[in-house]
């Protein structure tokens, strides 16, 4: 398996653009997560979804954050309008049973909005 | 919810000496704990994990330990090198729900 895919490894843009970041989880894994890494707040919880239903989106910094999973094999993270705050590696993770088994982590896209 | 507390933030040793890091947890229904190695640019990939039927687990120079009365797990590295040098997480989750991450520690081994 090629493991956890994201894309783009790395997105430039100017303060007020939507962005959108992809993911492909591995294939049989039930469950998808979006974290965003930065050096002041380690790595966060956006939200996680299972079975593309989203199960708890309670990290979702503010309505200008949205998630979806039309299907088992993609996840879109997506910010209208972007800010420079919003500047962060994001990664998307994938697990068949969390709480047994471990996340599996994509390389992440380093996010930079100016 | 789950709260997860590491220590310490920094650490720097010499190569050979081991290294310890700790963390506690707030939720006592967590019952997976897994420490996830991070080095510059990369992603964050597991190197152990320790469910909350067992007190310890060993491999090779790696070891965790889990006081689950104390809400209490331990990351241990023995005979440090310097490819060891990374960020480590320490997490915690239950079955079906989030995994929440400590805030990482740095550990910077010195040749």
């Known amino acids: 398996d090629a493991g956890v895919i994201q894309s783009p490894r790395h997105e430039v843009t100017e303060m007020g653009q939507e962005v959108t970041l992809r993911c492909k989880p591995i294939s049989g894994h039930d469950y998808l997560f979006w974290y965003r890494q930065t050096m002041m707040r380690g790595l966060e919880l956006l939200i996680y979804f299972n079975n593309n239903v989203p199960i708890d989106d309670s990290g979702m910094p503010e309505d200008r954050f949205s998630a979806k999973m039309p299907n088992a094999s993609f996840s879109t993270l997506k910010i209208q309008p972007s800010e420079p705050r919003d500047s962060a590696v994001y990664f998307c993770a994938s697990t068949n049973l969390p709480g047994r088994s471990p996340l599996h982590f994509g390389n992440g896209t380093r996010l930079t909005v100016t | ?111």
């Open chain 2, 1 to 111: 919810g789950e709260n997860v507390e590491q220590h310490p933030s920094t650490l720097s040793v010499q190569e050979g000496d081991s290294a310890v890091i700790k963390c506690t947890y707030s939720d006592s229904a967590s019952n997976y704990f897994p420490w996830y190695k991070q080095e510059l640019g990369k992603r964050p990939q597991l190197i152990i994990d320790i469910r909350s039927n067992v007190g310890e687990k060993k491999d090779q120079r790696i070891a965790v330990t889990l006081n689950k009365t104390a809400k209490h797990f331990s990351l241990h590295i023995t005979e440090t090198q310097p490819e060891d040098s990374a960020v480590y997480f320490c997490a915690a989750s239950k079955g079906g729900f989030k995994t929440i991450f400590g805030a990482g520690t740095r550990l910077f081994v010195k040749a």
